[in-house]
């Protein structure tokens, strides 16, 4: 029976040091680490390993739920795993123990606070764009794609589509907007 841990902040901004303390305090033999956004489990290779290498007997340790998984479907999904390998899961910061009812329970309890807080903080980051939208202060990203470019090379080089979009690196369906754009301004 191995201790495997498993550390994750959203940001490469973000200290992974005080989760990777207190999973080698827990005993973890092994520890992955990783700055990637738990909303989802796409992109997170160092997660994706861990799984794939557990082995029954083996107990998965987090610091907390929410480093794991960020939503109950998540949640859920990483749970069959585990449990599909014959693991366990354990978190340093949390009563949770996956081998009886009440404990698996608790998971689930924690799995929706998890989410739920995720979705607060997506509600006021909403709530702030309006408000700055509205005073005329949030502008969104700037445009990646030079559109003057795009119909200089269509009016004065003549290149279609395709070309264009090659030698700008971008997309095709990016390049007919633009110049669909144009048309419809009369530019």
């Known amino acids: 029976m191995a201790k495997i841990g498993y550390a994750r902040v959203s940001t490469t901004g973000q200290d992974l040091s005080l989760q990777v303390e207190a999973l080698r305090a827990a005993g973890c033999d092994v520890i992955r680490q990783e700055k990637v956004s738990g909303t989802s489990t796409e992109g997170r290779a160092e997660l994706a390993t861990v799984l794939d290498f557990l082995n029954a007997g083996d ?94 090379l269509k009016a004065e080089a003549g290149l279609g589509a395709t070309e264009i979009a090659k030698r700008l690196g971008i997309g095709r369906a990016s390049v007919y907007r633009i110049l669909r754009e144009a048309e419809e301004v009369g530019a």
């Open 59 to 152: 107990v998965l340790t987090v610091t907390r739920i929410d480093r794991l998984a960020r939503s109950i479907a998540d949640l859920a999904i990483i749970m069959r795993r585990i449990e599909a390998k014959g693991a366990g899961l354990a978190c340093t910061e949390q009563p949770v123990d996956t081998s009886n009812a009440a404990g698996k329970a608790f998971l689930g309890m924690l799995g929706v606070f998890a989410e739920f807080e995720t979705n607060i903080r997506r509600e006021r980051q909403m709530e702030g764009i309006a408000k700055a939208k509205g005073e005329g202060r949030y502008k969104g990203r700037r445009p990646s794609i030079d559109t003057a470019e795009v119909r200089r």
